[in-house]
């Protein structure tokens, strides 16, 4: 079983905003495999793809960013997945608007969610896809930078960006971590 965790922060004041592109990655996804999303006892909503080969399970953490560790590692631990069949996707202010880029493991990267979830793993073992948001203004916070929506013309480059990374995800789901960052960090060098 592959478990596909899409970071951000629940509730519609935060919905479109950068700090919440994995949200979008993960509920594209869904769409594309028919999977609705139910609650479920780790403070998350998840969907479960039933009779899917391989078996994929998505999940989107409803702990707020920070604590999104908690629970990853309900659901790691209650469906007997190990980190290395885990795959998370959020943003990256480090990374130019649109742009993806896949890593086995990895420290946080400065990332309060990614930061989280090692934490709470013991371990950065585990496969992430981050899609750059922008820096924004070097004059304004960070925090305040990610919870912003994105203006028409960002959009439209992070809807191309969040199509990528649920055509990532397959292909993660479908052929593991090597091949889908041959494919997407190749696409990005190559830009």
């Not at 702990?63 to 469906?79: E, H, I, K, P």
């Not at 795959?87 to 946080?108: E, N």
């Not at 073992?125 to 960070?142: K, T």
Request: glycine share 10%; charged share 30%.
């Amino acid at each position: 079983m592959k478990l596909i965790v899409g970071l951000g922060n629940p509730g519609a004041k935060y919905q479109g905003t950068r700090h919440n592109v994995g949200f979008d990655v993960v509920d594209l996804v869904a769409v594309r495999l028919g999977l609705v999303f139910e609650t479920c006892p780790f403070e998350a909503l998840m969907a479960r793809g039933r009779g899917l080969e391989p078996c994929v399970m998505l999940a989107k953490p409803m702990t707020f960013m920070n604590l999104s560790g908690d629970a990853v590692w309900g659901l790691l631990r209650y469906y007997r997945i190990e980190p290395e069949a885990l795959l998370v996707i959020a943003d990256d202010v480090h990374l130019p608007l649109g742009k993806l880029r896949a890593r086995r493991q990895g420290k946080d990267g400065g990332h309060n969610g990614f930061g989280s979830i090692i934490e709470s793993l013991g371990t950065d073992q585990f496969a992430r896809l981050r899609i750059g948001v922008g820096r924004g203004d070097d004059r304004l916070a960070l925090a305040g930078h990610v919870l912003t929506r994105f203006n028409d013309d960002e959009r439209k480059e992070v809807d191309r960006a969040i199509n990528r990374a649920a055509e990532a995800v397959e292909v993660f789901v479908e052929h593991e971590i090597d091949t889908m960052m041959n494919r997407y960090n190749c696409e990005e060098d190559a830009d």
